[in-house]
């Protein structure tokens, strides 16, 4: 009878690890509100971590078709104070405690967006910081964002993200490929881009965001690059992102 109880448990368990999606994390999710108390196109941002998820820093956005800057959602507070994880103790040099950090290569084709839009300087920091309004903390794995945004778009818009972790080497973007470059080393793979473009009037639909490139891989500009070859363990970051509207 023993024997017969295990079997069957073990068989229910099997079943029960098969029905898991691979790359989902298993966690509990984190909610997260952004612009309370604001009126607008209350939206619902779903972020599902990847199997090479760890701490990732990201942005969330909105823009026109034309790839105008409409308004940012969310920012991860480490980018958005310019507190890091691992402060700055000068070129190439990382402390082992959180402090003050200019780490253009970490989401530079927002920062740049974000930048232009509010005619400021490239890089927040602890005496610039963005908005508490848009800033989170980082979630440490899948998370809900609840938001609205204010400046309603005319028509279809694209909701935004940009995704990028640290030293995350891969055979392409090595330690070797830019010796001299300390942005590219606290970046390695660069930040990855994702976009879906979402229709308002189709209220509860769920608009799937796909990556479209990458950003300058020491944030020396804001353009994008669109050839995603090279980027590999980065695309797992996020097993699945979508946006709808509520």
């Not at 005496?127 to 800033?135: H, K, L, N, S, Y």
């Not at 473009?197 to 944030?219: A, C, M, T």
């Amino acid at each position: 009878m023993k024997k017969l109880t295990l079997i069957i448990t073990t068989v229910m368990l099997i079943g029960l690890y098969s029905c898991q999606k691979p790359g989902v994390s298993k966690q509990n999710v984190t909610s997260i509100q952004t612009n309370k108390s604001e009126q607008g196109i209350p939206i619902e941002f779903r972020f599902f971590s990847g199997k090479y998820h760890n701490h990732p820093t990201f942005s969330v956005w909105v823009e026109d078709l034309e790839g105008n800057y409409i308004e940012t959602l969310m920012v991860t507070e480490y980018v958005a104070k310019g507190i890091y994880g691992h402060g700055s103790l000068g070129p190439g040099k990382w402390d082992s405690k959180p402090g003050p950090a200019e780490r253009p290569s970490t989401l530079p084709y927002w920062l740049h967006k974000y930048a232009k839009a509010i005619g400021g300087k490239l890089l927040p920091s602890p005496e610039r910081p963005v908005p508490d309004a848009i800033t989170s903390a980082t979630p440490t794995g899948d998370f809900i964002l609840e938001s609205v945004i204010k400046n309603k778009p005319e028509g279809k818009f694209r909701v935004m993200m940009e995704i990028n972790q640290t030293w995350d080497w891969n055979e392409f973007w090595n330690n070797s490929l830019y010796p001299n470059d300390f942005e590219y080393k606290a970046s390695c793979q660069p930040a990855l881009v994702y976009a879906v473009i979402v229709d308002p009037s189709q209220k509860g639909k769920e608009f799937y965001l796909n990556p479209i490139g990458h950003s300058h891989f020491s944030g020396q500009n804001g353009d994008l690059f669109t050839d995603i070859t090279t980027i590999t363990t980065a695309k797992e970051i996020a097993h699945k992102v979508y946006v709808k509207i509520k």
